[in-house]
């Protein structure tokens, strides 16, 4: 049986992505320190499939807890929303950049294959909408949201440079504005808020004007982009964006989500927090291109699966 390494496994899209790893035939060791993820996400999965344990990749890795073999590392380990990267800023900074090299030397030692997760943040607040990965980006380096931007910046220039300097076949993966089952209702991103709001008959907080857009991608696709991306020969040193390319401003999305949910749109405005993006869209042209990737989960289906599971959440 393969073997594959997930750093933050236990979170929101790496639980995703272990789920789908054990469907693909793969025994799964998750690496994780519970930052923001939590073991019920695996609870569904044996020790027969999934080996789960406790360590801050940041710190040097429990090797003889470690697998004799390897064919795949993912490192998707780092608190991913503002909640949290702010709540544990240094942490965050340190998993993306201690914790991207530990990975790093994992993966060299193993000759194994591996996948950096990294973010749309890389973009900062984009002068280029939709975002192709050529785009260099506008990035505060010291503003409240640096310690994530920027920690995901380092962790692909250490990746390429591991590429370049050992050959490493690694590649590497933006993440656009992902939701769906298994995140945390309080972690502070659009989705949850929105979800978490309609449930209790409260309105949607909508941050400046509104007109900001995103876009929204749901989890399984978001999987199979990875996927994709892990089992393609001839990757090395390719950046590739992951999201949906379908753009929408808040205001839009409120609208939705309020229609999925059965209630009329109520909204409370909020001033917009620093440095916040005001435009969101990925260009998918290379991720088509290289891997035969898109999203085919409509947003309203992927709505009525979040609220099916935020409903059932509260009832456990």
């Known amino acids: 049986m393969k073997t594959a390494i997930v750093t933050g496994g236990a979170g929101?899209?790496?639980?995703?992505?272990?789920?789908?790893?054990?469907?693909?035939?793969?025994?799964?060791?998750?690496?994780?320190?519970?930052?923001?993820g939590s073991w019920d996400n695996l609870s569904q999965h044996t020790k027969d499939t999934v080996t789960c344990i406790e360590a801050d990749v940041s710190e040097?890795?429990?090797?003889?807890?470690?697998?004799?073999?390897?064919?795949?590392?993912?490192?998707?380990?780092?608190?991913a929303s503002p909640v949290h990267y702010r709540r544990l800023a240094v942490e965050t900074l340190m998993v993306n950049s201690m914790g991207t090299k530990h990975a790093l030397d994992a993966a060299l030692r193993y000759g194994a294959r591996f996948v950096l997760a990294s973010t749309s943040e890389a973009y900062g607040d984009p002068a280029v909408s939709?975002?192709?990965?050529?785009y260099w980006g506008h990035v505060n380096p010291v503003g409240p949201r640096s310690c994530y931007d920027e920690s995901k910046r380092f962790a692909e220039a250490l990746t390429m440079e591991y590429v370049r300097k050992y050959h490493l076949d690694a590649r590497i993966l933006r993440f656009?504005?992902?939701?769906?089952?298994?995140?945390?209702?309080?972690?502070?991103?659009?989705?949850?808020?929105?979800?978490?709001?309609?449930?209790?008959?409260?309105?949607?907080?909508?941050?400046?004007?509104?007109?900001?857009t995103r876009s929204f991608c749901y989890v399984s696709d978001e999987v199979d982009g990875i996927w994709r991306a892990a089992v393609?020969?001839?990757?090395?040193?390719?950046?590739?964006?992951?999201?949906?390319?379908?753009?929408?401003?808040?205001?839009?999305?409120?609208?939705?989500v309020a229609e999925v949910a059965g209630i009329p749109l109520k909204v409370e405005p909020r001033p917009l927090p620093p440095d916040d993006p005001t435009n969101r869209c990925p260009d998918i042209s290379k991720a088509r291109q290289l891997l035969g990737w898109e999203p085919r989960v409509s947003l309203k289906d992927g709505l009525e699966e979040t609220f099916?599971?935020?409903r059932s959440a509260e009832h456990r």
């Open 12 to 36: 929101f899209i790496g639980s995703h992505l272990v789920d789908r790893l054990v469907q693909e035939g793969f025994h799964v060791v998750v690496l994780d320190n519970l930052a923001t």
């Open 60 to 79: 040097s890795w429990p090797e003889g807890a470690l697998p004799p073999k390897c064919e795949l590392i993912f490192h998707l380990a780092s608190p």
């Open 130 to 134: 939709p975002q192709p990965e050529s």
């Open 176 to 212: 656009f504005n992902c939701y769906g089952p298994r995140m945390q209702s309080e972690d502070g991103r659009v989705v949850p808020n929105f979800v978490r709001q309609a449930l209790l008959g409260k309105p949607l907080t909508v941050y400046g004007s509104g007109q900001q």
């Open 232 to 256: 393609t020969d001839g990757l090395a040193g390719e950046v590739m964006n992951i999201g949906n390319p379908e753009e929408r401003t808040i205001l839009n999305f409120a609208e939705v």
């Open 308 to 310: 099916r599971y935020f």
